[in-house]
């Protein structure tokens, strides 16, 4: 089986070679990876300059651009190969509920989801003191089993990992996207040639704990696997419809 693994952390992130070092035995592995960091990038592309490739090693590629340009350039012509599974991440931070917006991480999959390739994002939910063990384990057992099973067309896993030690971790549930709380905050600042200048921050302020959501999943220690697609139709109201009828044109 031929694997692409990317991520929005940069080529040279621990997380992505946790994978490289568990996901060995399944095939050929290539690496093509953001030459730094890309966090929050969501699904951008770069379309208004050249993208630049370096080969560090055999089979693994930087590219100056984002997650989803290592993925596009990835699938149309850069490599010689067309991967059956991409895999992005492990991610430093959580991709929990509206996270999954802004990630990088995702997107990447997502990517390879519109492209029809099966894709899985993994996330490791933690900030600091990363262990990427216990994630590059389960991401391993869950590639075995889409390998057994598949998994549905423009489908893609989103996986979100405790960061408890393997022997704490309760198991793994199925769940849907939650909702997390960030504080709205901008901090404003006066730069040295006096010019102001502002920083996205946003504190983290907790999650709705909903059972069967993401963020609940890992609060309780089990590995959160949720499956998402890029169709963002709102069905219900669709169905339902109470949005307003009127002639038009008129
Ligand atoms: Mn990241």
């Known amino acids: 089986m031929i694997v692409l693994l990317s991520n929005d952390d940069g080529i040279q992130s621990e997380g992505l070679t946790a994978l490289e070092m568990n996901l060995g035995h399944i095939g050929e592995i290539y690496t093509v990876a953001p030459d730094r960091a890309q966090s929050s990038m969501s699904h951008a592309l770069t379309l208004h300059r050249p993208l630049r490739v370096q080969e560090l090693a055999p089979r693994r590629l930087a590219v100056d651009g984002t997650p989803v340009d290592c993925v596009?350039?990835?699938?149309?012509?850069?490599?010689?190969?067309?991967?059956?599974?991409?895999?992005?991440?492990?991610?430093?931070?959580?991709?929990?509920?509206?996270?999954?917006?802004?990630?990088?991480?995702?997107?990447?999959?997502?990517?390879?989801?519109?492209?029809?390739?099966?894709?899985?994002?993994?996330?490791?939910?933690?900030?600091?003191?990363?262990?990427?063990?216990?994630?590059?384990?389960?991401?391993?057992?869950?590639?075995?089993?889409?390998?057994?099973?598949?998994?549905?067309?423009?489908?893609l896993l989103n996986v979100n990992v405790p960061a408890i030690p393997k022997q704490d971790i309760k198991g793994w549930q199925i769940t849907r996207m939650g909702k997390r709380h960030y504080s709205e905050t901008i901090v404003e600042r006066i730069d040295p040639r006096g010019g102001k200048y502002y920083w996205i921050g946003g504190d983290d302020l907790g999650f709705a704990n909903d059972?069967?959501?993401?963020?609940?999943?890992?609060?309780?220690?089990?590995?959160?696997?949720?499956?998402?697609?890029?169709?963002?139709?709102?069905?219900?109201?669709?169905?339902?419809?109470?949005?307003?009828?009127?002639?038009?044109?008129?």
């Open 72 to 155: 596009k350039l990835s699938l149309t012509g850069l490599l010689p190969v067309r991967p059956h599974l991409i895999i992005s991440g492990i991610n430093k931070g959580p991709n929990l509920g509206d996270d999954i917006i802004y990630s990088g991480t995702v997107s990447a999959a997502i990517e390879g989801a519109l492209l029809g390739i099966p894709a899985i994002a993994v996330s490791l939910v933690t900030f600091k003191n990363f262990d990427f063990r216990a994630a590059a384990e389960f991401t391993a057992t869950l590639v075995d089993r889409i390998v057994e099973r598949g998994i549905p067309p423009k489908t």
């Open 211 to 250: 059972d069967g959501t993401d963020c609940h999943a890992v609060n309780e220690g089990y590995v959160s696997v949720t499956p998402l697609q890029v169709d963002l139709t709102d069905y219900q109201l669709l169905q339902n419809s109470s949005l307003p009828k009127f002639p038009w044109p008129r």
